[in-house]
């Protein structure tokens, strides 16, 4: 098992739709989870304990707010009972994912006895800024370690994105660490774009020649990343969590300082999908890399990638 007692964000209630089972893998495990229209969530094991089915193939009964199983109809409801003919009940039989709620949030320590606090930092933004939505939510064919490595290696804008931000230098201006959460400043100053560039994206006219960033760590699942844009401040929290040995979910939240009335539906679309191509080249780096050794060389401004593995391998 991957940091066993971790809390692990799993999703935002936005990402659930009404009355749709949705299968989430993590730690190893499939749970089915569902929303009702109150916007109640229900999670269990998605193993149906009849004969195996996959519940998240199967489908919601809004009346009783169960899930019936695809495979002969069986229906369970929120706590894993079996509803029986004549309106009995069984005991709990498909076990429950236990879920730790922060708003409109979704928290779990993927039923592991807790050995991190919850951080109340999405608290905080859902009163701060503005929620727009979320970016990705892939799967990366990758370890966990990687994509938690990544997410912490400032260096690899010079490579990884350097088509779209041309950063020609990049450095960590300063870190401070604080046992499980440490924040980053960081500033990557970008070569000029050409005009072909402008045309293509214009949300580079709006990116400043030297840009700063400051990241706040929250081992290990979240780094929080303050931008300014076009659109004021822009807070991106890069989310992740283990699926199965070799594969890692991804997905980040969105929230902005203003609002700009319906204008907002113009340009928050952009903001997203720009994430989204953050999150493509980070992927299509992941899944070609060779598998992991001990680096054979170590480079300047890794403090925040050498925080986050030790805290990695010393759990
Ligand atoms: S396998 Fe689920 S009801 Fe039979
Ligand atoms: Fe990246």
């Not at 009995?88 to 429950?96: E, F, G, N």
């Not at 992740?240 to 009335?261: A, C, D, H, M, V």
């Not at 403090?303 to 391998?313: A, F, K, N, S």
Request: proline letters at 7%; hydrophobic letters at 40%.
């Amino acid at each position: 098992m991957i940091l066993p007692g971790a809390p692990w964000l799993i999703a935002h209630k936005s990402m659930l739709k009404v009355n749709k089972p949705k299968l989430f893998t993590i730690c190893g495990q499939d749970y089915v989870l569902w929303k009702n229209e109150k916007g109640e969530i229900s999670a269990l094991e998605n193993i149906c304990p009849h004969m195996g089915a996959k519940l998240s193939d199967g489908w919601i009964c809004p009346e009783t707010n169960t899930i019936a199983c695809p495979f002969h109809a069986l229906e369970f409801d929120s706590e894993g009972r079996a509803i029986l003919p004549n309106e009995k009940i069984s005991k709990p039989l498909a076990k429950q994912l236990k879920l730790f709620l922060q708003g409109d949030f979704i928290w779990t320590y993927a039923n592991q006895e807790p050995k991190l606090t919850i951080p109340d930092i999405l608290e905080k933004l859902s009163t701060q800024f503005r929620f727009i939505g979320v970016a990705g939510d892939v799967t990366i064919k990758a370890p966990f370690i990687d994509a938690l490595e990544i997410n912490h290696d400032v260096n690899h804008a010079k490579g990884t994105h350097r088509e779209l931000f041309r950063i020609k230098e990049t450095k960590v201006d300063d870190f401070q660490d604080d046992g499980y959460f440490s924040v980053s400043t960081i500033k990557h100053f970008r070569e000029k774009n050409t005009f072909q560039e402008y045309l293509e994206n214009i949300a580079l006219l709006f990116t400043p020649n030297e840009v700063e960033l400051i990241l706040e760590n929250y081992f290990p699942s979240l780094v929080v990343v303050y931008s300014d844009s076009p659109l004021g401040k822009l807070v991106q929290v890069f989310t992740i969590y283990p699926q199965n040995k070799n594969t890692t979910r991804i997905f980040i939240p969105l929230f902005t300082e203003k609002s700009f009335g319906i204008f907002n539906s113009i340009l928050e679309p952009p903001t997203i999908k720009a994430t989204e191509e953050i999150i493509r080249q980070d992927v299509a780096m992941l899944e070609n890399l060779y598998p992991r050794f001990e680096p054979k060389i170590r480079l300047s401004h890794e403090e925040p990638l050498h925080w986050v593995r030790q805290l990695y391998y010393n759990w």
